[in-house]
């Protein structure tokens, strides 16, 4: 497979803050259909990898390319119109609004250049809020106030809302931090369904859930890619046990 082929490619990237190296030379490809995990001790480099692939940090060195077209030097709000979804820990969703309104101002139309929400409830954004509402799980949910769901519930909301903007790479910073079990495993299936047809990357901590649902592991460290493959392989490699799995 050539470098060519991956959704998207991250070579040599590198990031300094105040002359600490917190990505240090990093290359990264990852697949169309692809759900990869990178997990890693805490300052390892994962928040800022995600950044820098979203925008919200600028390399100091190197590529990130997503279907072969350079993104470094792209502002954040264009790589959105990109096909690029970043969901951070804390849901930034509207807590007054119902579902149904969250979904409808997440379509690509629904804000205006001044950022004010527009509600334009055409035929065609009732129907792409209802397969996504259904999609995530709240399809029977629609006209409920969001600040009234549930901890898991607001969070796949937030998943809902980048899904209205047909995103090719979304990325999730541990997607189950504070669930209930029910609630992991209803997040697992959906992170499974949403990878299809694109490229799905999550940080997470807890390793069960990991396994459930990596096609691949990335495990950083210092800034670098330490080891990358199946969980079995990452779990078995003794580098991994001694900077991370076994603490
Ligand atoms: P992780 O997500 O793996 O816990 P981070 O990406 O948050 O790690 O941080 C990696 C390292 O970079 C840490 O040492 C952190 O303190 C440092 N770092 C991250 N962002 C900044 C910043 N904006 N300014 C200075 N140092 C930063």
Known sequence: MSNTDFALAVEDLTVSFDGFKAIDDLTLYVDKDELR?????NG?????LLDLICGRTK??????KFKNEELTGIEEYKRVRKGIGRKFQTPSIYENLSVFKN???????GRSVFGALKFSCTDTVKQRVNAVAQEIGLGDALDMEAGLLSHGQKQWLE?????MQEPELLMLDEPIAGMSARERELTADLLKRICIGRS??????DMDFVAQ???????????KILAEGS?????????????????
């Open 159 to 163: 998943i809902g809302m980048l899904l």
């Open 200 to 205: 799905v990357i999550v940080i997470e901590h």
């Open 37 to 41: 995990v990178i997990i890693g001790p």
């Open 231 to 247: 969980m079995e392989e990452v779990q078995s490699n003794p580098k991994v046990i001694d900077v991370y799995l076994g603490h």
């Open 103 to 109: 979904l409808e101002v997440s379509f690509p139309e």
């Open 213 to 223: 649902i990596a096609h691949k592991v990335t495990v950083m460290h210092q800034g």
């Open 44 to 48: 390892a480099g994962k928040t800022t």
């Open 59 to 64: 390399a100091s060195g190197g590529s990130i």
